[in-house]
T-cell receptor, first 117, second 112 residues
Framework: DTGVSQDPRHKITKRGQNVTFRCDPI?????LYWYRQTLGQGPEFLTY????????KSRLLSDRFSAERPKGSFSTLEIQRTEQGDSAMYLCASSRPGTGGFTDTQYFGPGTRLTVL | LAKTTQPISMDSYEGQEVNITCSHN???????ITWYQQFPSQGPRFIIQGYKTKVTNEVASLFIPADRKSSTLSLPRVSLSDTAVYYCLVGRESGGYQKVTFGTGTKLQVIP
């Protein structure tokens, strides 16, 4: 279990540019979540994948945001035409369905901090 | 999902037991309670999860009364490295995945 990894850890970009982040989940986890966290707030749900299928998207995920998980392993989150309001920490989490009547446990990566100038 | 309410901040001296209480008045029958810890510039780290009564692991205990409208995270003998933000979440399996909502958390400051 090597944990969830995210790349890059930091990204600075100019308004209007496109950015892409990558998440590598724990290998046996088929569930993958993306969250966004702004300063002083808890993480907010963006989207969810089960294997390669994107099953849920938050209303926070505007049409400038797109996420993929092409082979059910790593995932990418792309933001097009970035705006200053997109500045935040983008977190990825992975899990597998709970057993024994319990819900799953989401394991988070270190996050990608995006700064839009 | 039920909204959670926690104190915004708490201070504790090193070596003391810390109890952080979370209110979730509208918790539903199939909702679970989970606590996460987050250090600056890191992702949240799972601490403990429970449904009712008491759960204990190597780092914390979680107390949930019978009505489940609140829960208390207990950290025994805190150290300076426990200074972090602690989030209480209520979540459930819905639509094939775990739906959770993070609040603003409790910022715990451990004082030497």
């Amino acid at each position: 279990d090597t944990g969830v990894s995210q790349d890059p850890r930091h990204k600075i970009t100019k308004r209007g540019q496109n950015v892409t982040f990558r998440c590598d989940p724990i290998s046996e986890h088929n569930r993958l979540y993306w969250y966004r966290q702004t300063l002083g707030q808890g993480p907010e749900f963006l989207t969810y994948f089960q294997n390669e299928a994107q099953l849920e998207k938050s209303r926070l995920l505007s049409d400038r945001f797109s996420a993929e998980r092409p082979k059910g392993s790593f995932s990418t989150l792309e933001i097009q035409r970035t705006e200053q309001g997109d500045s935040a920490m983008y977190l990825c989490a992975s899990s597998r369905p709970g057993t024994g009547g319990f819900t799953d446990t989401q394991y988070f990566g270190p996050g990608t901090r995006l700064t839009v100038l | 999902l039920a909204k959670t309410t926690q104190p915004i901040s708490m201070d504790s001296y090193e070596g003391q037991e810390v109890n952080i209480t979370c209110s979730h008045n509208n918790i539903a029958t199939n909702d679970y309670i989970t606590w996460y810890q987050q250090f600056p510039s890191q992702g949240p780290r799972f601490i403990i999860q429970g449904y009712k009564t008491k759960v204990t692991n190597e780092v914390a205990s979680l107390f949930i009364p019978a009505d489940r409208k609140s829960s208390t995270l207990s950290l025994p003998r805190v150290s300076l490295s426990d200074t972090a933000v602690y989030y209480c979440l209520v979540g459930r399996e819905s639509g094939g995945y775990q739906k959770v909502t993070f609040g603003t958390g409790t910022k715990l400051q451990v004082i030497p």
